[in-house]
């Protein structure tokens, strides 16, 4: 399953699908973005960053997609895996503060 | 290299008392964050500091304090306790292509 344009609170992928999760930003001045990874109990974990003069970063099994013009962000994760079930949070940094989007709780049905 | 670290893990407060909670990181990161995060929700920034010396109110600032004497080390202090800062609190540092967050700690003020 995926889900492609609105920010959803909530996302249910089968395992060994895509998941695309959206964020969109506030600040047209941000010059960089950074998703995270939250397990229960824990600290959010780095996944991939990219700045503002680039559209499209790619990692391990994700790729972070950056429209400027919509103020839009994404982060897609190849072939989900049951332990990518987390909350996933997106940042923007502006002149020096890092500000968290609302976060997308994803869970992997096996 | 530990990353960043927090203390203390948990917390309990009586309403008026008040603490500091610490936080350092041995990456010799000048960026530095504290933030809340209330059951179920994002990451509202504290303070922030850029640099040893120099620090700023971020979105929730009230009932807290911060001092940046090092650049390990950047504590926060609630000086009177109240219930609605009971909270998971997490502190974060960012460098040139990294970025940490701790494990947090949990406070509770009854």
């Known amino acids: 399953g995926e889900s492609v344009g609105l920010h959803l609170p909530t996302l249910s992928v089968q395992e060994g699908d895509n998941s695309i999760i959206n964020c969109a930003y506030s600040?047209?001045?941000?010059?960089?973005f950074i998703w995270y990874k939250q397990e229960s109990g824990k600290g959010p974990q780095f996944i991939i960053d990219?700045?503002?003069?680039?559209d499209k970063r790619q990692g391990q099994r994700v790729t972070v997609l950056l429209n400027k013009t919509v103020k839009h962000l994404s982060l897609q994760i190849a072939a989900t895996q049951p332990g990518d079930s987390a909350v996933y949070f997106c940042?923007?940094?502006?002149?020096?503060?890092?500000?968290f989007g609302a976060g997308t709780t994803v869970t992997v049905r096996a | 290299n530990a990353g960043v670290t927090q203390t203390p893990k948990f917390r309990i407060l009586k309403i008026g008392q008040s603490m500091t909670l610490q936080c350092t990181q041995d990456?010799?990161?000048?960026?530095m964050y504290w933030y809340r995060q209330d059951p179920g929700m994002g990451l509202k920034l504290i303070y922030y500091?850029?640099?040893?010396?120099?620090?700023d109110k971020g979105e929730v600032p009230n009932g807290y304090n911060v001092s940046r004497s090092t650049t390990e080390d950047f504590p926060l202090r609630l000086e009177l306790a109240a219930p609605s800062q009971t909270s998971v609190y997490f502190c974060?540092?960012?460098?040139?292509?990294?970025?940490?967050f701790g494990p947090g700690t949990r406070l509770t003020v009854l």
């Open positions: 974060a540092s960012i460098g040139v292509h990294t970025q940490y």
């Open positions: 500091s850029v640099g040893a010396g120099i620090t």
């Open positions: 600040n047209s001045a941000s010059d960089y």
């Open positions: 940042a923007e940094k502006n002149d020096y503060k890092l500000s």
């Open positions: 990219i700045r503002s003069n680039m």
């Open positions: 990456m010799n990161h000048n960026y």
